[in-house]
């Protein structure tokens, strides 16, 4: 060992911590996703959806991080990234999946997501994104995030959820010529934002009930509402479908041949047909540039935002 090592550790513990320029905050998914973070096991990180038969033996170890989690309030340092000339730090709030879908527990949530959108404040960061259930549960949870700026209204921090690239990518991904849409699933930011911009661009939007229909027209102009069609007679003539979460199983089997379909939600439907054509969930290819990156989430949308 060089005989500098522990005068070079000092050193570092009396250096300042490093503000980054972008916070990024995310959550755990299933009970095993503790592995899947910086400290867990890389060949887990790289196929967190294949069950591994190990996994039965490492049970208790588990159910003990669980545990650990559920008394550990605060958010945590999982990832530290540059990118150029910025600093990027990702913070894991200690909550699983199905906590979210839970009322129960949105109070809680929301309570860690907001004094951590306060010490990030307090650090000096610049840009706070919440990404994936943090904001996915939209207005039943925080509206994106809306939230916490009116508790603050102080707030110099700017806070994002990436819809708005989100949606561009989803209208990237339509096809050129393409005149008529149907827009099926559950309405969020991302797809009134699609909605108008399809308006806009003179593409007519289908949706297959009143409801549907209704709730476009509290997000558009008055000039923009008639792009919005009620199509309840027959689904078969459509084959562009812009998806989000919602979508049946019946819907799909109905669907003409080579229907393609493009989800703007976080999840991707299941792909029943053989004959039709899926697209990925919104995502862009991470920067080459980016430094330091050990572990894939949905987050790059909300990255990419920041950095444009």
């Not at 994106?144 to 690239?165: A, C, M, T, W």
């Not at 827009?183 to 549907?212: D, E, S, Y």
């Not at 919602?246 to 792909?271: M, R």
Request: glycine fraction near 4%; charged fraction near 20%.
């Amino acid at each position: 060992m060089d005989k500098s090592t522990d005068t070079l550790y000092e050193t570092s513990l009396n250096k300042e911590e490093e503000v980054p320029h972008v916070v990024h905050l995310t959550h755990l998914t299933t009970l095993d996703s503790i592995y899947h973070l910086r400290l867990g096991l890389s060949s887990l990180a790289s196929s967190p959806h294949i069950l591994k038969c190990y996994m039965w033996i490492m049970w208790s170890i588990t159910l003990l991080s669980t545990m650990l989690t559920l008394i550990y309030g605060r958010t945590f340092v999982v990832e530290r990234n540059r990118f150029n000339m910025l600093s990027l730090q990702t913070w894991v709030i200690p909550k699983y999946s199905d906590q979210y879908f839970l009322q129960c527990h949105n109070d809680s949530i929301n309570h860690v997501i907001e004094q951590a959108i306060l010490e990030a404040e307090k650090k000096g960061v610049e840009v706070f994104s919440i990404g994936l259930l943090n904001q996915a549960s939209g207005v039943e949870l925080n509206g994106y995030g809306e939230l916490y700026v009116k508790r603050n209204p102080q707030l110099k921090i700017k806070v994002v959820d990436g819809s708005s690239l989100a949606a561009i990518i989803v209208l990237n991904n339509i096809p050129k010529g393409t005149t008529q849409v149907l827009l099926r699933g559950k309405i969020t930011k991302v797809a009134c934002a699609i909605a108008v911009n399809l308006c806009k661009r003179g593409i007519q939007v289908c949706v297959l009930c009143k409801p549907l229909r209704s709730m476009h027209n509290k997000f558009m102009k008055a000039s923009l509402i008639n792009c919005i069609m009620l199509f309840s007679v027959t689904i078969h003539a459509l084959v562009i479908w812009l998806v989000g979460d919602g979508l049946t199983k019946e819907e799909q089997l109905k669907v003409p041949k080579g229907t393609l379909f493009i989800p703007y939600s976080q999840f991707p439907p299941k792909k029943l047909r053989k004959d039709c054509l899926y697209h990925s969930t919104p995502a862009m290819l991470i920067p080459t540039s980016l430094e330091n990156v050990h572990s894939c989430e949905v987050r790059n949308i909300t990255l990419n935002e920041i950095l444009c």
